[in-house]
């Protein structure tokens, strides 16, 4: 079999990037290990109850949704706005607005007046990043329009609207390399707030990601029906243009010949030529499981091998006895800290004593995914396979289930200070480590993420002008795209990895 292109794995970049080449008219083949699409973008039913699996609510970003439209797509999902709250023991404030924002901080220096002064510099800081990181929407915009001059920024006109404030983002970029928890401990002497504040973060965050966070918080959607609505549209695309999508299949080879990736072997025994091969799926599986021996340098991986995996996370899916209108807090997405915050330490027994986490009730924003009467609540918190000897991992089976269920109780001990009445209320839960993460998308540790976020220990690129350049791999013809091609990575990265890889891969 010989076509234009083979993408390596059914996430929401190898999606996004067979769609585009379907819809071009060149011949694709998406190969997904999983029996069905979608990666991270994932849901799943339980006893009547809808849960989503991996991300619980979609960032725009400028990117989503031009990119359903230039698809065609954008009639076929209805994206429902996701309001974000922040929340702190029992209170919750709605992230809507700078006047939003600005509640919050006001609270926090009222709990810690010592550190007024330092929580307005971040403030500051946060909302002036608010007003130039509007400038990457329209910078993104031109990726997904017929004039490729556009995407790289050549247009007049745009530049004359943007040009003052892009200057000023470059400028912000300098806090890429700077560690959010450092810029917060400048500023910040007490430890306390600097837990409450860095809580939701990943180990080794960037401050420009932490600082723009509350931007992001409003740009923000949820499909209705869920989120594997998503990937299930991008997946109709890709066939509908011609393209073919195996699930329940798996690349074990990737063939190269002088230099240049021409083919790939699946786990059926069948072999497909094709002049583009896009990995969506794990880098380092990529380097080390798929490519002939000695394809890459020796030193390229030995700092493969050096660097580490961003976080996972250990979820709980639960079934409630109670409606969503009789809920303590009418909200469908919270980022919680339950209590006073101790610094994060992934591998202590205690860490899920104090963790925050998030909350997500999919039928507060759908009621048809929850029985009549019912609600489905999904509880996020950060983690990795390190925490408490490796969740048992040396001994028995039985042990990981106990660590694993204790975890679950002090998680929900914790969830009960927000949500009291649901004590009494819970019919089922069901629970995800990083274990089960790894299992279910075969990413490296579970993460949920690609590499790590600190710059000391990451793989990628971390320089945002140089994206565009972040798919490229040692092999002619195969490039890598999504949550391993740049770091930090998120959706967005995905997004317009795997659109640029798609544009390469046409002009081929």
Known sequence: MRVDAVVIGAGISGLSCGAFLAKAGRSVVVIERAERPGGYFNSFQYNGYHFDGGIKAVENAGLLLPMMQSLGLEKRVNFMKNRMYAGLEDKLFLMDSDEDISAYFDYLGNLFPDSKTGLGEVLAEMMDLTRVMEVISDMSRPLYKENPILSKLKSAAWFMKNGKRLMELLKKLKYNEVLFREFLQERIKDEELINIIDEPFF?????????????????????????????????????????????????????????????????????????????????????????????????????????????????????????????????????????????????????????????????????????????????NLNSTQEFSNGWGRKVSREAYESIKEKAADQVMDNFFKLYPSLRDKIEFRLVATPFTMERKTLNSGGSISGWSYHPDETFPFRDFKKMNKSILTPVKSLYQVGQWSFDPAGVPVCLITAKVAADRAQKK
């Open 203 to 379: 180990y080794g965050t960037p401050a420009f990601f932490g600082l723009a966070y509350p931007t992001v918080f409003r740009d923000y959607y949820y499909p209705e029906g869920g989120i594997s609505k998503i990937p299930d549209v991008l997946t109709e695309c890709i066939t509908e243009n011609g393209g073919i999508v195996k699930l329940n299949t798996e690349v074990v080879e990737i063939k190269v010949s002088n230099g240049r990736a021409v083919g790939v072997v699946t786990s059926t025994g069948q072999e497909i030529s094709a002049g583009s091969i896009i990995n969506a799926a794990d880098a380092r599986k990529l380097y080390t499981k798929l490519l002939p021996k000695e394809t890459v340098s020796s030193d390229f991986l030995t700092r493969l091998a050096r660097a580490t995996v961003s976080d996972s996370v250990f979820s709980i899916f639960l079934g409630v006895d109670s409606s969503p209108e009789d809920l303590d807090h009418d909200v469908a997405h919270v980022i919680y800290v339950p209590a006073a915050a101790k610094p994060v330490d992934y591998s202590s027994p205690e860490y899920f004593e104090t963790a925050g986490m998030e909350i997500s009730i999919p039928c507060l924003r759908d009621r048809k995914l929850a029985p009549e009467g019912k609600t489905g609540i999904i509880l």
